[in-house]
């Protein structure tokens, strides 16, 4: 595989994935908005496409993450060109049990929706694909904090504002956004993994005790004595996502420990212009 077209490179993910591709791969950066691509005008070997409205853009979602994609799937001059596809954990219906790749797809949000109907619209592309089912990305990609709650929360602790945590406690998961970075060039090896789709996640964790470990490494860094309170809150909405045919696929593949993750986190924060 010589180029690969990365669309979304000036966002939280594409900038750690780009760094990333950069060295082993011809990266050519999508500059033009996806409804401005002109029929059959791009010829890379592969596509990475990230390019998309996040869920508090909702009125965006359609528009760019359905027909955007659209307008990429046209762009491409030719018929068998590899896509991966950024999708999300938000295309799957309420579960009870951790989510499985067959799991129902059903989303009442436009986000949900919006990614669905791209996943669709992809395999009936007739280009070979990979769909990638991240959970919320966080961590420090070199640049940025991204929009995940954990980076609101180091904020809020670095300022020492007081942070607010529901109860019960719940767990969730979440994944690193080097981890994922690290991660790609092995899925765009090629492989019986094509054609399919992976859930990505770290296993879970339980989401108070991560909160704590991450006020305990503002302390550390900044001096700062952490103000949390705790409050009653709604029960607890995402399940989680099944790791298994991830595992299975990409034994080799691990994740960074959490504490190197939250250090990295907010020494990247501290660096920040206020
Ligand atoms: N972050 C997460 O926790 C998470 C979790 C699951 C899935 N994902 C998926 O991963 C992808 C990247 O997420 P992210 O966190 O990196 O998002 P992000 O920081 O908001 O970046 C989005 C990128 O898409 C570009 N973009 C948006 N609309 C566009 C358009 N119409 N034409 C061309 N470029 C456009 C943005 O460029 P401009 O700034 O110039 O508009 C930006 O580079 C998304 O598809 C998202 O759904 C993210």
Not at 40 to 69: K, Q, W, Y
Not at 215 to 242: D, K, M, N, T, Y
Not at 246 to 267: H, M, N, S
Request: proline fraction near 9%; charge should be positive; hydrophobic fraction near 40%.
């Amino acid at each position: 595989m010589k180029e690969v077209l990365l669309t979304g490179t000036s966002g939280y993910l594409g900038h750690a994935l780009a760094k990333m591709l950069e060295p082993q791969f011809e990266l050519k950066r999508l500059t033009a908005r996806l409804a401005e691509i002109q029929p059959e005008s791009l010829h890379p070997d592969c596509v990475i496409h990230l390019a998309g409205a996040l869920r508090h853009r909702e009125t965006e979602c359609f528009e760019t993450n359905f027909l955007g994609f659209q307008s990429l799937l046209k762009g491409l001059a030719h018929p068998k060109i590899p896509i991966v596809y950024f999708s999300s954990r938000a295309v799957y219906a309420p579960h009870s049990e951790p989510l499985q790749e067959d799991s129902p797809l059903a989303s009442a949000e436009a986000y949900g929706q919006s990614k669905i109907q791209a996943e669709r619209l992809l395999l009936a592309s007739g280009h070979p694909f990979l769909i990638l089912r991240p959970t919320l990305i966080w961590g420090w990609n070199g640049e940025q904090a991204g929009r995940s709650f954990i980076a609101q929360a180091a904020k809020r602790l670095m300022r020492q504002e007081t942070l607010t945590l529901y109860l019960p406690p719940r767990n969730h998961d979440s994944l690193y956004v080097q981890d994922l970075a690290r991660w790609l060039p092995s899925l765009l090896s090629p492989g019986p993994h094509w054609n399919q789709a992976f859930n990505l996640a770290a296993p879970p964790t339980d989401f108070h005790t991560l909160i704590l470990r991450l006020a305990q490494e503002v302390e550390r860094q900044c001096g700062h004595s952490p103000q949390i309170q705790f409050q009653p809150g709604p029960p607890a909405r995402a399940p989680l996502l099944s790791l298994a045919k991830f595992r299975q696929t990409f034994p080799q593949l691990g994740w960074t420990p959490e504490a190197q993750i939250l250090k990295a986190l907010v020494q990247g924060l501290k660096a920040l212009p206020e």
